[in-house]
């Protein structure tokens, strides 16, 4: 994106002017404001806006735990009135919806037909086994890295880690089956554990990688993290957690690369997270609050943007949200959100946020 790249948000509703947010740099945003106050719905025009004015040149990826933003493909019909009102316009936008496991299975065929009518490219997404850390698999069935059943998990991941290729579910537990010095009783516990891992239907078991390539800068990608039960086993946060971790690295490899003036493989990317704060909690760990932190802190140099919407920012880690420079607040009302913006917003506003709501 070598030229200015301005999104318009809609309209100031005193003066009538359009409001103008800078997107060409790498930025962190945030949205809040309690439920029900168009959060999403602004997360979806700032995502319009980037897609149409980005012409290529950036992938979007979308974090959906609502399974609510494939209708982005569709011309927006109920508003039309209101769209015109805004100075927006009603058309639909190309969407890829990556869906953890197999689609036909998570939204039934009768689903999955309708949705290839509407033009959606709709994808199955699958983790590699292979690229979850030692550490993330025993987190996976909380388990401690220094019990039993920790110790030889951790064990038979690193050992097929060390030898560099793709293994599946079923190498794991070759591999543990394998190991001497674990005893009968935690291998069948692990076993029953890998089983109900398998079931789960997103990890891959051959060696194709959920990588770089499923994503497309000719579309709006949206991940329906809404087919995974958020309780089981911090499941969509290891997704998102993948996902992170790849992008991550194959974009500052694509960054040395233009520096070097060689044509990258890979744009700049913007990573959306609605309900941010089921992935980037205040209190307590999640497979995915490191690398979403590091994304905000360290992404600017290799051009990795953010835009997290919570209707809790007191719920979002505090270091995610100092990094975020651009603060699109909707309506607030409790107490401790309130505060948090205002520590936030010390550095961009003189007074008090307390008195505008
Ligand atoms: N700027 C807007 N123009 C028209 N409709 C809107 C706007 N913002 C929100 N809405 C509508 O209001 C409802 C709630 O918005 P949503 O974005 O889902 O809220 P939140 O994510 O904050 O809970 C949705 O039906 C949405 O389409
Ligand atoms: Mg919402």
Redesign the pocket.
Same mark, same amino acid.
């Given at each position: 994106m070598a030229q200015r790249v301005l999104l318009g948000i =809609?309209n100031d509703i005193e003066s009538n002017k359009e409001v103008i947010i800078e997107g060409d740099r790498s930025r962190a945003m945030f949205i809040c @404001?309690k439920? =029900? !106050? @168009?959060? !999403?719905?602004t997360m979806g025009v700032l995502i319009e806006e980037l897609f149409e004015k980005a012409q290529g040149e950036a992938i979007i990826v979308l974090a959906d735990p609502m399974g609510i933003f494939h209708t982005m493909a569709l011309p927006n019909d109920d508003?039309t009135h209101?769209l015109y009102q805004?100075g927006l316009t009603e058309k639909g936008f190309p969407v890829r919806l990556l869906v953890p496991g197999d689609p036909g299975q998570r939204y039934g065929e009768e689903i999955v037909e309708p949705l290839k009518e509407r033009g959606i490219d709709i994808r199955p997404l699958r983790i590699n086994p292979s690229d979850l850390s030692p550490d993330a698999w025993c987190s996976l069935f909380n388990l401690s890295v220094n019990d039993l059943m920790g110790i030889a998990l951790y064990r038979a991941v690193s050992d097929l880690q060390d030898k560099g290729d793709f293994f599946s579910v079923n190498d794991l537990e070759r591999s543990i089956k394998r190991d001497p010095r674990t005893q009968d009783k935690t291998r069948e516990a692990l076993f029953n554990r890998l089983s109900i891992a398998s079931k789960w239907g997103i990890f891959e078991d051959r060696s194709s990688r959920a990588k770089e390539e499923m994503f497309t800068s000719s579309a709006i990608n949206v991940l329906d993290l809404s087919v995974i039960d958020p309780g089981s086993h911090g499941l969509r946060n290891l997704v998102v957690d993948i996902i992170a971790r790849n992008l991550f690295s194959a974009r500052t490899k694509a960054r040395r690369k233009e520096e070097f003036g060689l044509s990258p493989e890979l744009p700049r990317i913007w990573l959306a997270i609605d309900e941010a704060h089921q992935f980037v909690p205040q209190s307590g760990s999640s497979l995915c609050k490191e690398v979403l932190i590091r994304w905000v802190k360290e992404g600017r140099q290799p051009g990795l943007g953010l835009i997290a919407a919570t209707?809790q920012p007191s719920a979002i880690d505090t270091e995610l949200l100092s990094q975020c420079d651009l603060i699109l607040s909707?309506k607030i009302t409790a107490i401790d959100d309130i505060q948090s913006l205002n520590r936030l917003s010390a550095t961009y506003m003189s007074g008090e946020l307390k008195t505008l709501v």
């Open positions: =809609g @404001g439920r =029900g !106050s @168009g959060k !999403s719905y508003q209101e805004w209707q909707h």
